[in-house]
């Protein structure tokens, strides 16, 4: 995957020099390509290798290097590489990343899970669980990863379509498309956009107070980000999510209020009752669904179906993303400050989605989260597949 990133990075470089600004567009399409792919493959990484009880702490450092990716391009690109001859500079710095992580990450082992399910590779699953969990764990790990997929077979065998038809995956696959479409639709994604003239409203005439805000906006997401690594596996999932949502509507609602009330040609007590709102709203944004969502969401599912589930609702993440930065030009035009109450409406479902649909992972097993689906959804499949009994068998036996 990173051949992606790496091939998009020399497209930026050579296009300043070539002169052809198609090279840029060829770039962000294979750049969009690796984008949308690590973002799935990653959480689910991340998931897989993780203990339990450390589960949401790893699952955090997507969300915290995705952050720093924030603030590192909001200082270069506004204080350092903002000129026309170094523009390219700062696009070709994503090729960086991805040759460190070439040289990096292949000593790594391999998913465990991966590694006992589907390659039946038991020697190289326990050097795996050595490597993560510790050698006290590796018997015990084992043990969960069998009994896990001994449970997912009693169920019929599901693709994309199953995901859909199945009773027992409708209710996580809601959660999971849900959860992963507020990142986008939570109204975060255009507050970073309208910011901007929120502070130009502050410091009409000091463009680098306007430009040390806009980065400070990604330093309190970065800064958020590594709380979580703190707060997810003791508060708990469910309670970031749902408590996050539910400020985010009173900070929304000031926001507006704000934003109606504040003199735009000068800097009153509203405008700066607008900023701390708008910092506020980031810092409950990255310690709920921006980081929670790729913990929990993974967590949702067993192997067998796991890597299709987190791959659609990454796709309405993405989609949703994309209908924000279609409609934001026609909803700032007709409602200016108004369209933040329209979020308002739609941080109120997510709250009342989350109250009572979603259910807290922290510390289950995903035998333990999966059991609660099927004893929600449908009939279950009593009888285990002979072929899938008799392979697990043996494996234990290895």
Same mark, same amino acid.
């Given at each position: 995957?990173?051949?992606?990133?790496?091939?998009?990075?020399?497209?930026?470089?050579?296009?300043?020099?070539?002169?052809?600004?198609?090279?840029?567009?060829?770039?962000?399409?294979?750049?969009?390509?690796?984008?949308?792919? =690590?973002?799935?493959?990653?959480?689910?990484?991340?998931?897989?290798?993780?203990?339990?009880?450390?589960?949401?702490?790893?699952?955090?450092?997507?969300?915290? @290097?995705?952050?720093?990716?924030?603030?590192?391009?909001?200082?270069?690109?506004?204080?350092?590489?903002?000129?026309?001859?170094?523009?390219?500079?700062?696009?070709?710095?994503?090729?960086?990343?991805?040759?460190?992580?070439?040289?990096?990450?292949?000593?790594?082992?391999?998913?465990?899970?991966?590694?006992?399910?589907?390659?039946?590779?038991?020697?190289?699953?326990?050097?795996?669980?050595?490597?993560?969990?510790?050698?006290?764990?590796?018997?015990?790990?084992?043990?969960?990863? =069998?009994?896990?997929?001994?449970?997912?077979?009693?169920?019929?065998?599901?693709?994309?379509?199953?995901? @859909?038809?199945?009773?027992?995956?409708?209710?996580?696959?809601?959660?999971?498309?849900?959860?992963?479409?507020?990142?986008?639709?939570?109204?975060?994604?255009?507050?970073?956009?309208?910011?901007?003239?929120?502070?130009?409203?502050?410091?009409?005439?000091?463009?680098?107070?306007?430009?040390?805000?806009?980065?400070?906006?990604?330093?309190?997401?970065?800064?958020?980000?590594?709380?979580?690594?703190?707060?997810?596996?003791?508060?708990?999932?469910?309670?970031?999510?749902?408590?996050?949502?539910?400020?985010?509507?009173?900070?929304?609602?000031?926001?507006?209020?704000?934003?109606?009330?504040?003199?735009?040609?000068?800097?009153?007590?509203?405008?700066?009752?607008?900023?701390?709102?708008?910092?506020?709203?980031? @810092?409950?944004?990255?310690?709920?669904?921006?980081?929670?969502?790729?913990?929990?969401?993974?967590?949702?599912?067993?192997?067998?179906?796991?890597?299709?589930?987190?791959?659609?609702?990454?796709?309405?993440?993405?989609?949703?993303?994309?209908?924000?930065?279609?409609?934001?030009?026609?909803?700032?035009?007709?409602?200016?400050?108004?369209?933040?109450?329209?979020?308002?409406?739609?941080?109120?479902?997510?709250?009342?989605?989350?109250?009572?649909?979603?259910?807290?992972?922290?510390?289950?097993?995903?035998?333990?989260?999966?059991?609660? @689906?099927?004893?929600?959804?449908?009939?279950?499949?009593?009888?285990?597949?002979?072929?899938?009994?008799?392979?697990?068998?043996?494996?234990?036996?290895?």
């Amino acid at each position: 995957m990173n051949l992606f990133s790496i091939s998009a990075a020399l497209m930026y470089g050579s296009s300043k020099v070539a002169n052809n600004f198609e090279l840029v567009i060829m770039a962000r399409i294979v750049g969009g390509v690796y984008a949308g792919i =690590i973002m799935g493959i990653t959480p689910l990484f991340l998931t897989e290798i993780s203990p339990n009880k450390y589960r949401g702490a790893v699952g955090s450092n997507q969300k915290v @290097f995705l952050a720093l990716g924030i603030v590192l391009a909001q200082t270069l690109g506004i204080f350092a590489l903002n000129t026309e001859d170094n523009w390219h500079i700062l696009l070709s710095l994503t090729g960086l990343f991805s040759l460190l992580h070439l040289l990096i990450f292949p000593p790594c082992p391999g998913s465990p899970r991966w590694l006992i399910i589907t390659d039946r590779n038991l020697k190289s699953a326990k050097r795996a669980i050595k490597s993560y969990y510790g050698l006290s764990e590796v018997g015990q790990v084992v043990d969960e990863i =069998i009994i896990e997929h001994v449970e997912e077979s009693k169920e019929q065998r599901v693709g994309v379509v199953g995901l @859909f038809t199945n009773p027992n995956y409708r209710l996580p696959l809601l959660i999971s498309v849900t959860v992963f479409s507020s990142v986008q639709l939570c109204g975060i994604p255009t507050m970073y956009i309208f910011a901007g003239s929120v502070f130009e409203m502050i410091w009409p005439n000091d463009p680098d107070a306007v430009s040390y805000a806009i980065v400070g906006m990604g330093l309190v997401e970065f800064l958020a980000s590594c709380s979580t690594i703190y707060l997810v596996d003791r508060v708990g999932r469910r309670p970031l999510l749902l408590y996050n949502f539910a400020i985010m509507i009173v900070l929304f609602s000031v926001v507006t209020l704000s934003l109606t009330l504040a003199n735009p040609n000068e800097a009153d007590a509203w405008a700066y009752i607008s900023v701390v709102c708008i910092y506020s709203a980031i @810092f409950c944004f990255a310690i709920g669904p921006a980081c929670v969502s790729f913990i929990i969401v993974p967590e949702l599912w067993s192997q067998g179906p796991r890597p299709t589930a987190v791959s659609i609702a990454v796709q309405v993440q993405w989609w949703s993303g994309v209908l924000i930065n279609f409609l934001f030009p026609y909803m700032q035009a007709a409602m200016d400050a108004y369209m933040f109450a329209i979020f308002v409406v739609i941080l109120i479902y997510y709250t009342l989605f989350t109250y009572f649909l979603v259910p807290e992972t922290k510390l289950k097993s995903f035998e333990e989260i999966a059991a609660q @689906f099927r004893s929600k959804g449908g009939e279950e499949i009593e009888a285990m597949h002979g072929e899938e009994a008799f392979e697990m068998s043996k494996i234990k036996s290895q």
